[in-house]
């Protein structure tokens, strides 16, 4: 079992709706990550968290600590989103664990 | 743009060989992280440097080993290449501190492939 887990795998969205991505995790953390991966590799840190919820833009992230959850939200969905999201969680042990991945697609 | 860049771009290596992946981090940037991401999967971390030093490992095995030098230059050094090797290895830079506990720049990485 991973220490870290996505749903949904794949999703396929129509522009302009709103999107939940979400993030389960079996360990203790110090840090929350949300990544997002364009085709090609490039990989852009979107948030960390370590508590609550914070904004950029059009993008959402909460996190609840005594759930081990945490979901990243955008808002009016654009094809532009089209991306790989990772959630990457660092734990107390000083250990990295990515999940594997959220393949998100926004038509038109 | 985040600053960190990484090169080659991309490789082919037979089974066996060795391969040196480097790194150019953000001026500034202590820490060092390099990750393998197979195709399909999300990255896995296999060590962290610094200051010189490797302050944290993954599950990799010892022929996966690494340098960070004064100049926030980075090097991943894979000996006895296998196929399962073959994969996209990012690096990431990060001001200081514990990688993940500070925001991570990465770089755009080098994809690997093993005959």
């Known amino acids: 079992k991973n220490e870290v887990e996505q749903s949904p795998q794949n999703l396929t969205a129509q522009e302009g709706e709103f999107i939940t991505i979400n993030c389960s995790y079996s360990?203790?953390?110090?840090?929350l990550h949300w990544l997002q991966q364009h085709p090609g590799g490039g990989i852009v840190s979107l948030f960390m968290l370590s508590s609550g919820k914070k904004k950029h833009g059009r993008l959402i992230a909460t996190i609840n600590i005594q759930e081990k959850h945490s979901s990243l939200h955008i808002t009016a969905s654009h094809p532009r989103d089209s991306a790989v999201y990772i959630c990457?969680?660092?734990?107390?042990?000083?250990?990295?664990?990515f999940g594997t991945g959220t393949s998100l697609t926004v038509i038109p | 743009e985040t600053g960190v860049t990484q090169s080659p771009t991309h490789l082919i290596k037979t089974r066996g060989q060795q391969v040196t992946l480097r790194c150019s981090s953000q001026?500034?940037?202590?820490?060092v992280s390099w990750y393998q991401q197979a195709l399909g999967q999300g990255p896995q971390f296999i060590f962290q440097?610094?200051?010189?030093?490797?302050?944290g490992r993954g599950n990799f095995p010892p022929r996966f080993s690494g340098l960070q030098f004064p100049n926030y230059s980075s090097e991943l050094n894979v000996n006895a290449l296998e196929l399962d090797d073959s994969a996209l290895y990012l690096c990431?830079?990060?001001?200081?501190?514990?990688?993940?506990?500070?925001?991570?720049?990465f770089g755009p990485g080098t994809r690997l492939t093993v005959l």
């Open positions: 990457a969680v660092l734990s107390t042990g000083n250990q990295f664990y």
């Open positions: 001026s500034g940037h202590n820490t």
């Open positions: 360990v203790g953390i110090s840090a």
């Open positions: 440097y610094y200051r010189e030093e490797e302050n």
């Open positions: 990431a830079s990060s001001l200081d501190g514990t990688g993940l506990s500070d925001t991570q720049y």
